[in-house]
């Protein structure tokens, strides 16, 4: 072998034994800076996170640093003899390096900073009792139906506006339940005969504590028992509303809205003026009507008010006359017929008719082993009160028809659905009046 050659080749290999010996000494410093860290994290508690969790959009990640371009190779002549000797030891290759002086301690990093809004499950538990109260609604009168989604659309807009107001949004899961919660209120205005809600207008805003509380009271058909100045506050805020383009306003809103204010707004009240201005006086008519409801109350016997929930319920039973749970109470009864049972509403009617048990049997058109089934039960005296969703009356319930009235079965047709109000209006029309009843042909 060339002597040249081997030369070179000696240098490369004493580079190549230099560069072993620098990655060692790399790994030994990250082991010991891993040592530290679990030395001081130990001291801690172990409970300090490394990085504090982000509570809002991440930082745009920095632009990757690239490494310059290479430059040109460019072969270096191999160090003499004597220039090796005179370089300081460190600068040897393949000579042993002095180990590095120990790190400063890792300091902990700061605790996140906890979400600050409203609880994470604020939107489920609203949305939960909305679904809860749906069945009781249509027992409210109107003013108290009115009131009971007003309530509930001011503690939505109680969690968005707080949030949307500090320039930040929900979570996407928590954005869209919200929006389901606002769409649902807007449709059971529309459904269930309710009158204007201002709460759902996002272009109306007022202290949505004091507003949820005042339509609290009202759903439970009492007077709102506020402090005056927070009725003032109300009162001015609704009159407010009265203006707005897209509000739907009869006459008699604005006459109920003028009569209300005038029982805690002063008579020169800039506000209330305006109002009576622009929308006219009163007449004595609506003033005997708002004195009627404003002396109105619906207390416990130890008198606590009775929570909104519960008063929806106490208005079922009260709704329901003696004469129908006469009929109804400890009765073991059929719903038959429908494509679709509906818990909440069986729920509902086991509760207000006071029934033993209510099944629900679905019959989809033109079967007839359903009806054939129910048959059999009738004869074997299994139900004592049949309700007959008579739109899927058809020649195949003939035989289970002729059963309920040999074995002496009450039976109600229900030709316009299965609501309580419904069931008590026909149970009175076709079982206490039953000259009226015309059987579905």
């Known amino acids: 072998m060339d002597r040249p050659v081997v030369i070179r080749l000696g240098e490369e290999l004493r580079k190549a034994s230099g560069a072993l010996s620098e990655a060692a000494t790399a790994l030994a410093r990250i082991a010991e800076l891993l040592a530290d860290l679990a030395v001081e994290r130990a001291d801690t508690g172990g409970t300090q996170p490394l990085a504090p969790v982000p509570t809002s959009a991440p930082a745009p990640a920095p632009a990757p640093v690239l490494a310059p371009a290479p430059s040109p190779v460019v072969r270096a002549e191999a160090p003499s003899p004597a220039a090796r000797s005179e370089a300081p030891a460190e600068a040897r290759p393949g000579a042993p390096t002095s180990p590095p002086p120990r790190p400063a301690p890792v300091r902990p990093l700061p605790a996140p900073t906890p979400y600050v809004g409203p609880p994470k499950d604020a939107i489920d538990s609203l949305a939960?009792?909305?679904?809860?109260?749906?069945?009781?609604?249509?027992?409210?009168?109107?003013?108290?139906?009115?009131?009971?989604?007003?309530?509930?659309?001011?503690?939505?807009?109680?969690?968005?506006?707080?949030?949307?107001?500090?320039?930040?949004?929900?979570?996407?899961?928590?954005?869209?339940?919200?929006?389901?919660?606002?769409?649902r209120l807007t449709r059971v205005t529309r459904e269930m005969d309710c009158g204007w809600v201002d709460a759902l207008s996002q272009d109306w805003s007022m202290d949505w504590e004091v507003y949820s509380a005042y339509h609290r009271a009202i759903a439970a058909a009492n007077y709102p028992d506020l402090p005056l100045e927070r009725e003032q506050e109300y009162h001015r805020a609704i009159l407010a509303g009265l203006y707005l383009?897209?509000?739907?306003?009869?006459?008699?809103?604005?006459?109920?809205?003028?009569?209300?204010?005038?029982?805690v707004l002063a008579p020169d009240d800039p506000d209330l003026a305006k109002a009576i201005e622009r929308f006219g006086r009163p007449d004595s008519t609506s003033l005997r009507s708002l004195a009627t409801r404003r002396t109105r109350r619906l207390m416990r016997e130890d008198g606590r008010p009775v929570d909104p929930k519960e008063e929806m319920r106490m208005a079922t039973k009260r709704f329901v006359p003696d004469t129908v749970l006469a009929i109804t109470r400890g009765k073991r009864a059929l719903m038959a017929g429908g494509q679709g049972a509906r818990e909440d509403h069986r729920l509902a009617l086991v509760e207000s008719l006071d029934l033993a048990e209510l099944e629900w049997v679905t019959v989809e058109k033109k079967q007839s082993a359903p009806f054939h089934r129910l048959e059999?039960?009738?004869?074997?005296?299994?139900?004592?009160?049949?309700?007959?969703?008579?739109?899927?009356?058809?020649?195949?319930?003939?035989?289970?028809?002729?059963?309920?009235?040999?074995?002496?079965?009450?039976?109600?047709?229900?030709?316009?659905?299965?609501s309580v109000t419904t069931v008590v209006h026909e149970v009175q029309e076709q079982l206490l009046r039953p000259q009226n009843v015309a059987e579905p042909t």
């Open 128 to 183: 939960d009792e909305i679904d809860e109260a749906m069945p009781y609604l249509s027992f409210l009168t109107r003013r108290q139906r009115t009131a009971q989604v007003a309530s509930w659309a001011g503690r939505a807009r109680a969690i968005q506006d707080p949030v949307r107001d500090r320039g930040e949004t929900l979570p996407g899961d928590r954005a869209a339940a919200l929006r389901s919660v606002f769409g």
């Open 376 to 418: 059999e039960r009738i004869q074997a005296g299994t139900y004592d009160l049949v309700f007959f969703l008579a739109a899927h009356s058809n020649h195949n319930s003939g035989a289970f028809v002729r059963a309920c009235k040999e074995r002496g079965v009450p039976l109600v047709y229900l030709s316009r659905g299965y």
């Open 245 to 263: 383009p897209q509000r739907r306003l009869s006459p008699n809103d604005a006459a109920t809205a003028i009569l209300e204010a005038q029982q």
